[in-house]
């Protein structure tokens, strides 16, 4: 069974609030875009959020989506990443995802998932030679990912198996696109309002 896990339990400091339900052009909520986008890649999907987004957290359940509080969320992403992993144990795998990153294509979410063949399998998405999410693990290393620390998520079990990384290089810019700022998210509407134009 391979499971997505989209983090949603940042604090969006940089943002100045809760981004995850900031509605893109069409109206849609970051996270709800982004769950929908990684949901046909996976068997099931678990939306990781702080204990307090009760708002969020009735919006994921209300779509059918699995939603993990977690409690130690504020002490940094290795510890969304872990109520992640920890409440799946019959993972075959986990893709890495988030919520502020709404403009990755299904089909990159896809090509991922497919490179996980195995349980040593990591996987890591490229476009234009700029590492991007999200990035896949098989269950080889559940109890890596368990021990993780910090606000740095997995980059370190991914430099200690470079020999293992799977490179994707995929024609899919939203796979290095995230939104951080408000500013991030008007330039993202505008240039997706003109694509549609267009």
Not at 21 to 29: E, S
Not at 142 to 156: I, K, N, P, T
Request: some cysteine; glycine content about 10%.
């Amino acid at each position: 069974m391979k499971v997505g896990l989209l983090l949603a339990a940042g604090q969006g400091s940089r943002f100045g609030g809760d981004k995850c339900l900031a509605p893109l052009a069409d109206g849609t909520p970051l996270v709800l875009q982004a769950a929908r986008n990684l949901q046909g890649a996976v068997d099931h999907l678990v939306v990781i959020a702080r204990p307090g987004d009760s708002a969020l957290q009735q919006l994921m359940r209300d779509q059918g989506f699995t939603v993990v509080a977690c409690d130690k969320a504020h002490l940094g992403m290795a510890e969304s990443l872990k109520c992640g992993v920890a409440a799946t144990p019959s993972a075959s795998g986990w893709l890495i995802a988030f919520a502020d990153m709404p403009f990755i294509q299904p089909a990159s979410y896809q090509a991922v998932a497919d490179s996980l063949s195995s349980d040593d399998s990591l996987c890591v998405p490229f476009c234009q030679d700029k590492q991007g999410h999200p990035v896949g693990f098989g269950c080889g290393y559940r109890q890596l990912l368990l021990a993780l620390q910090g606000d740095v998520g997995a980059r370190s079990i991914l430099k200690q198996y470079p020999d293992k990384i799977q490179r994707l290089t995929l024609d899919d810019a939203g796979i290095v696109w995230d939104i951080d700022r408000p500013e991030d998210l008007q330039q993202a509407n505008k240039q997706l309002s003109n694509d549609q134009k267009g």
